[in-house]
């Protein structure tokens, strides 16, 4: 996307990518079931609209096939150094320059220089292996969801998967037929909201009038950014005087858990044990909601499949100890325990003003203004960033068209005032992450008693907005040159 807005910008740019290709989590994550849990008609770039998804929430390889048919259309490939890391960014004072040291596959490093760096690297990029005893001690084949072992035949196999989160959730029904056995570790369950459709084609006459109405397409999209996504959001709001069970944050969440709780439940009439494991006492929207269409209450249902909530105190050689003393023993493990989110940008070493550390500066705890930049650190421009996660309500797509189109503006600002660069004002910085800490606070994913990726070691919500698409997309109109600090170049020597 930076890509095709600098080349209508008229602006020269290169594009480092660590993978083969480009497509980014869609070509990471090719686990088994892996598929989009937000709209494709809202999950892709409103200028590139596609009439023809097969699905409402298509899977990986189309997914993939999507970003890739962009990247061609627009001749992006010839700009993308593939298979690159960046190792370190260094802010050139005299010359007000970026110097972006890059290592290709062979280890071959060479130094980029840049006015300006953009980094669009995911919150959800680099897997995170829990940290369990004995974890490496484990004899058989044992990845992570995003690493998936392909060459690893899971027929008939004595499977552990670790972790209820969005990918297991999607993994898990689609090897529970295969697999000899399947032990799910469960610490906390996931919610799942009720959508029958989930895995369902888009009708031939939905594609039709998609093609032919004139504006039908333009509608939909914007009738489900306003109903199914900011909509939502009034539902996973906390009542500051709330004082009703800490499983609800206000009565609004609560008349949604029941409603949510009671079609979990509806699933599995006969297994009130299973119905008490599955449905979660922290409150919807303190994690990322699922998409329930009956495949992971049908998977724990089966006859090879089981789920066990004990704590694993350690992984043998042959499998996995629980806390209660249970000796489990397993062919494969599959972690489907998450990323490393709250590492921003690591493990590029970005040294600002004066040398100083980004990841210093930050101290665990990322912030940025607009999620985009921060002081000390000039020219520099986050897709993605600090506090822009959504939860329930939306797509990362309409969040990156807003981002980069703030983004050129800042450039366009650099150039037309012939600035040397830019950096958000210290206070306006902080104002605006007071702002965002006191309303993620005031939401479900805030709320003390829930512990998830959107939080970093110190309890603070650091990757979520906790606003509507529509005041992300307000806000990122245009830069407004007062917030930042402008430097004119040095006028010329007579
Ligand atoms: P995740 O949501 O962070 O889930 C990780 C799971 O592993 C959680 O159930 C966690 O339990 C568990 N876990 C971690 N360490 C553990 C340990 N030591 N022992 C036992 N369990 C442990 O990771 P994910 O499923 O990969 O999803 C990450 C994010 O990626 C999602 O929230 C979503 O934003 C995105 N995603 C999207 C899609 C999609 O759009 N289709 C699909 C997959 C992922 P706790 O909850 O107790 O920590």
Redesign the pocket.
């Known amino acids: 996307l930076t890509g095709i807005r600098l080349s209508q910008a008229g602006v020269s740019y290169e594009i480092v990518d660590k993978n083969a290709d480009v497509g980014g989590?869609w070509f990471e994550?090719t686990y088994p079931g892996?598929?989009?849990?937000?709209s494709n008609h809202i999950?892709s770039y409103s200028f590139e609209p596609n009439h023809h998804w097969p699905q409402h929430?298509s899977t990986q390889p189309v997914l993939l096939e999507y970003f890739r048919g962009v990247a061609d259309r627009y001749d992006l490939r010839g700009k993308i150094a593939f298979e690159t890391e960046v190792e370190t960014l260094d802010w050139d004072e005299p010359r007000a320059l970026w110097k972006v040291t890059v290592r290709n596959k062979s280890g071959v490093r060479r130094v980029i220089e840049a006015n300006a760096v953009v980094t669009a690297v995911g919150?959800?990029n680099r897997?995170?292996m829990?940290?369990?005893k004995g974890r490496d001690r484990f004899a058989g084949p044992a990845f992570h969801?995003?690493r998936w072992r392909h060459d690893v035949d899971l027929t008939g196999k004595r499977v552990a998967v670790?972790?209820?989160?969005?990918?297991?959730?999607?993994f898990v029904p689609e090897i529970a037929g295969k697999v000899g056995s399947l032990t799910i570790?469960?610490?906390?369950?996931?919610w799942g909201f009720p959508v029958p459709h989930y895995h369902e084609d888009v009708p031939d006459g939905m594609n039709w009038l998609m093609e032919h109405v004139p504006y039908y397409d333009k509608w939909y999209r914007f009738w489900m950014f306003w109903m199914v996504t900011d909509g939502l959001l009034p539902m996973v709001e906390a009542d500051p005087g709330w004082n009703g069970p800490p499983t609800a944050v206000s009565a609004a969440n609560l008349e949604f858990r029941e409603m949510i709780a009671g079609a979990i439940a509806a699933q599995a009439p006969n297994r009130p044990d299973l119905v008490e494991k599955v449905v979660p006492t922290y409150p919807v929207g303190g994690?990322?909601s699922?998409?329930d269409n009956g495949v992971w209450m049908a998977a724990l249902q089966r006859d090879n499949v089981s789920l066990v909530t004990d704590?694993?105190s350690e992984i043998t050689e042959t499998g996995i100890l629980t806390a209660d003393g249970t000796a489990r023993d397993f062919d494969v493990i599959i972690?489907?325990?998450?990323?490393h989110?709250s590492k921003f940008l690591e493990p590029m070493k970005i040294r600002g003003r004066g040398g100083a550390d980004l990841h210093a500066t930050w101290d665990g705890d990322p912030r940025a203004y607009l999620g985009m930049t921060t002081p000390g650190f000039p020219n520099l421009f986050m897709i993605y960033g600090p506090n822009t996660?959504i939860?329930v309500n939306g797509s990362i797509i309409f969040f990156s068209e807003c981002s980069v189109r703030y983004i050129v503006g800042c450039l366009k600002l650099l150039a037309e005032t012939g600035a040397r660069s830019m950096e958000p004002k210290r206070e306006v910085h902080d104002a605006f992450n007071t702002r965002v800490d006191a309303a993620n606070a005031l939401m479900a994913w805030g709320a003390p008693q829930v512990?998830?990726?959107y939080k970093n070691e110190k309890g603070r919500v650091t990757q979520n907005w906790p606003f509507a698409l529509v005041d992300y997309w307000r806000a990122t109109l245009a830069p407004n040159p007062g917030d930042f600090v402008i430097e004119k170049a040095p006028e010329p020597v007579a």
Request: with cysteine; glycine share 8%.
């Open positions: 989590t994550n892996c598929r989009v849990d937000s999950y929430f919150q959800l897997p995170r829990p940290d369990i969801s995003a670790i972790g209820t989160g969005a990918s297991a959730y999607q570790f469960q610490r906390t369950p996931p994690k990322r699922l998409l704590a694993i972690y489907g325990t998450g990323f989110a996660n939860v512990s998830s990726w």
